[in-house]
Nanobody, 124 residues
């Protein structure tokens, strides 16, 4: 069983930055693909970014490419999402998730474990 806990959300003005963290329990963190998803009110949960188990591969949704950066520290069992140039449309609950495969990394149903989410609100 893997438990994930996100932190770092909050309220920020448009153009600002936030850094989300997701810390996991368990000794197998380094074997998982880690993903970040987000869900705005009344909308489906959408993929934002993913990073491979080694950190050597990353993948982004077009909507965040060039503004968000995903990284991980396997020694700390933690994955990060650096969010820059934030826009009001980035407002959502952000979830981290762990998957046993890199395949279809943008598909929520490929992820085995989920955190509880952290709210990010971007004001205009």
């Amino acid at each position: 069983q893997v438990q994930l806990v996100e932190s770092g959300g909050g309220l920020v003005q448009a153009g600002g930055s936030l850094r989300l963290s997701c810390t996991t329990s368990g000794s197998t963190f380094s074997s998982y693909t880690m993903g970040w998803f987000r869900q705005a009110p009344g909308k489906e949960r959408d993929f934002a970014a993913a990073i491979s188990w080694s950190g050597s591969n990353t993948y982004y949704a077009d909507s965040v490419k060039g503004r968000f950066t995903v990284s991980r520290d396997n020694a700390k069992n933690t994955v990060y999402l650096q969010m820059n140039s934030l826009k009001p449309e980035d407002t959502a609950v952000y979830y981290c998730a762990a998957s046993r495969t890199w395949y279809q990394r943008d598909q929520a149903n490929k992820y085995n474990y989920w955190g509880q989410g952290t709210q990010v609100t971007v004001s205009s």
